[in-house]
C-alpha cells in the first residue's frame, strides 16, 4: 500500500486527509499550526515538521493550500518538497492556483524525477467530508493511474483534463460558473423579496426547471435561516476569480460577466465579510438594494 503524505489541513484538506487515512493507507502529515496535525495523529497519522520530512517518508505528497505563492513555497522553497525529492515520488496539488505556477512546479519538480499532477477539486466542505469531490486533473496519464485509488477515497469524478496545468484550467472553469450562480441566486432571490413574492416559494418553482442547479438546491434554505458561515469563504472565491482574470489577461481573453462577479466579491473582502461563505454575496446585493432576505 501506498505511503501518504498530506501537506495543509484546513477545512478541505484535513477531510480529504482523514479519508485517506480511513481507507488504511500509511499517512504522515504536515500543517503550518500543528492543532489540526495533532488531531489526525490522534485519529492514526504520522506527524512531520516541514514538507521536506513529509515527502522524505512517502510514496505520494498531496498539498491543499491558499494560494499560488503557499504551494510554490512548500514545493520548491526551503525546507520543501523539493529538498527530499526523488525519483519515482509523487506529487499532487489539490489547490487551486494559477496555471502557470502549476506548471513551474511540475518543470522543478520533474527535473528531480518527481511526477507532478494538479488536481484541484470541487464539491465544498460537504463533498470533502462524504469523499464525494469533483477533482480535475492536468499531468501525466501514468501518474494518475498510480494514485488513482487514493485519489478514490476523496472524490467521485475523477477527469484527466490533459498535461500540466489543465486542471487547473478546468477548476478556473468551475469558479467562473460557481460564482455566475452565487451572483445570480442572490439577485433573484432579492428580487423576489423587494417586488413582493416570496423568495422561498420562487425557488420551489424554478428549480425543478431549467435554472436547476447545485447552487439552488443547497444554498437556500441556509440563507433563509439567516446560516451564512463557510462551506467556501468569500475571500477564496475573490482570489480564484483574480486568478482567472490574470489568466484571461495572458491569453487577451474578455470575460465581462466574471470581471463583474469579481468586484462583488472583492467588495465582500474589503467589507470584512471574507471568512463568511461565498453565497453571503447576497449582503452586497442587499446593500445596494435597501432590503434584506431576513426582513418580514
Given at each position: 500500500?501506498?505511503?501518504?503524505?498530506?501537506?495543509?489541513?484546513?477545512?478541505?484538506?484535513?477531510?480529504?486527509a482523514r479519508n485517506?487515512?480511513?481507507?488504511?493507507?500509511?499517512?504522515?502529515?504536515?500543517?503550518?499550526?500543528?492543532?489540526?496535525?495533532?488531531?489526525?495523529?490522534?485519529?492514526?497519522?504520522?506527524?512531520?515538521?516541514?514538507?521536506?520530512?513529509?515527502?522524505?517518508q512517502v510514496d505520494?505528497?498531496?498539498?491543499?493550500?491558499?494560494?499560488?505563492?503557499?504551494?510554490?513555497?512548500?514545493?520548491?522553497?526551503?525546507?520543501?518538497?523539493?529538498?527530499?525529492?526523488?525519483?519515482?515520488?509523487?506529487?499532487?496539488?489539490?489547490?487551486?492556483?494559477?496555471?502557470?505556477?502549476?506548471?513551474?512546479?511540475?518543470?522543478?519538480?520533474?527535473?528531480?524525477?518527481?511526477?507532478?499532477?494538479?488536481?484541484?477539486?470541487?464539491?465544498?466542505?460537504?463533498?470533502?467530508?462524504?469523499?464525494?469531490?469533483?477533482?480535475?486533473?492536468?499531468?501525466?496519464?501514468?501518474?494518475?493511474?498510480?494514485?488513482?485509488?487514493?485519489?478514490?477515497?476523496?472524490?467521485?469524478t475523477i477527469i484527466?483534463?490533459?498535461?500540466?496545468?489543465?486542471?487547473?484550467?478546468?477548476?478556473?472553469?468551475?469558479?467562473?460558473?460557481?460564482?455566475?450562480?452565487?451572483?445570480?441566486?442572490?439577485?433573484?432571490?432579492?428580487?423576489?423579496?423587494?417586488?413582493?413574492?416570496?423568495?422561498?416559494?420562487?425557488?420551489?418553482?424554478?428549480?425543478?426547471?431549467?435554472?436547476?442547479?447545485?447552487?439552488?438546491?443547497?444554498?437556500?434554505?441556509?440563507?433563509?435561516?439567516?446560516?451564512?458561515?463557510?462551506?467556501?469563504?468569500?475571500?477564496?472565491?475573490?482570489?480564484?476569480?483574480?486568478?482567472?482574470?490574470?489568466?484571461?489577461?495572458?491569453?487577451?481573453?474578455?470575460?465581462?460577466?466574471?470581471?463583474?462577479?469579481?468586484?462583488?466579491?472583492?467588495?465582500?473582502?474589503?467589507?470584512?465579510?471574507?471568512?463568511?461563505?461565498?453565497?453571503?454575496?447576497?449582503?452586497?446585493?442587499?446593500?445596494?438594494?435597501?432590503?434584506?432576505?431576513?426582513?418580514?
Amino acid at each position: 500500500m501506498m505511503e501518504v503524505g498530506y501537506i495543509g489541513l484546513g477545512i478541505m484538506g484535513k477531510s480529504m486527509a482523514r479519508n485517506i487515512l480511513r481507507k488504511g493507507y500509511p499517512l504522515v502529515v504536515h500543517n503550518r499550526s500543528r492543532e489540526p496535525v495533532e488531531e489526525m495523529v490522534a485519529e492514526g497519522a504520522k506527524p512531520a515538521h516541514s514538507p521536506a520530512e513529509v515527502s522524505s517518508q512517502v510514496d505520494v505528497v498531496f498539498t491543499n493550500l491558499p494560494d499560488s505563492p503557499d504551494v510554490e513555497l512548500v514545493a520548491l522553497g526551503p525546507g520543501g518538497v523539493i529538498e527530499s525529492a526523488r525519483p519515482g515520488l509523487i506529487f499532487v496539488d489539490n489547490s487551486t492556483i494559477k496555471p502557470g505556477t502549476a506548471r513551474k512546479i511540475a518543470k522543478r519538480l520533474g527535473e528531480k524525477g518527481v511526477l507532478c499532477l494538479d488536481a484541484p477539486v470541487s464539491g465544498g466542505d460537504i463533498g470533502a467530508r462524504e469523499g464525494t469531490l469533483s477533482i480535475m486533473v492536468g499531468g501525466p496519464i501514468e501518474a494518475l493511474e498510480k494514485v488513482m485509488p487514493v485519489l478514490k477515497s476523496m472524490g467521485k469524478t475523477i477527469i484527466h483534463v490533459g498535461g500540466a496545468g489543465a486542471g487547473q484550467i478546468a477548476k478556473a472553469a468551475n469558479q467562473i460558473m460557481v460564482a455566475a450562480q452565487m451572483t445570480a441566486m442572490a439577485e433573484l432571490l432579492i428580487f423576489a423579496k423587494k417586488s413582493g413574492a416570496d423568495p422561498q416559494k420562487v425557488v420551489q418553482a424554478i428549480r425543478g426547471g431549467a435554472a436547476q442547479c447545485w447552487t439552488l438546491d443547497v444554498k437556500p434554505p441556509r440563507l433563509f435561516e439567516g446560516v451564512r458561515t463557510p462551506g467556501f469563504k468569500a475571500h477564496m472565491q475573490s482570489k480564484d476569480l483574480g486568478i482567472i482574470l490574470e489568466t484571461a489577461r495572458e491569453f487577451d481573453l474578455p470575460l465581462p460577466s466574471t470581471a463583474v462577479n469579481a468586484q462583488l466579491f472583492a467588495a465582500m473582502v474589503a467589507l470584512g465579510l471574507g471568512d463568511l461563505d461565498n453565497s453571503a454575496v447576497i449582503g452586497i446585493i442587499e446593500n445596494l438594494a435597501g432590503t434584506s432576505l431576513l426582513d418580514d
